[in-house]
Nanobody
């Protein structure tokens, strides 16, 4: 079973940047798309960004488009989320997750299509 471990969260001022990393165990990382999701206090979990297994296609939520960039390094079994121009409304626990199906040629924003999930990393943006 693949295990996912996020890192890179923290406290940052509005306008600042953070880079989240998600390290995956196992040998099949390069066959699966990956997604980043977030859950703010008292809100539903929401899709942030996703990337296909080969990195050819990325997809972003409107709220982060132009500010966040998802990328992956299959040699390192790691997916990244570069977050720039952070806003207080970006404050949330950020989770990475693996697409449950290999070789999918598009990015889905549906959380139900992702398994497993990491434990999450807290991002707090102060105003």
């Amino acid at each position: 079973q693949v295990q996912l471990v996020e890192s890179g969260g923290g406290l940052v001022q509005a306008g600042g940047s953070l880079r989240l990393s998600c390290a995956a165990s196992g040998r099949t990382f390069g066959s699966y798309g990956m997604g980043w999701f977030r859950r703010a206090p008292e809100k539903e979990r929401e899709f942030v960004a996703g990337i296909t297994w080969n990195g050819d296609i990325t997809y972003y939520a409107d709220a982060v488009k132009g500010r966040f960039t998802i990328s992956r390094d299959n040699a390192k079994n790691t997916v990244y989320l570069q977050m720039n121009s952070l806003k207080p409304e970006d404050t949330a626990v950020y989770y990475c997750a693996k697409d449950e199906r290999s070789w999918r040629d598009y990015v889905s924003p549906r959380p139900s299509l992702y398994d497993p999930w990491g434990q999450g990393t807290q991002v707090t943006v102060s105003s």
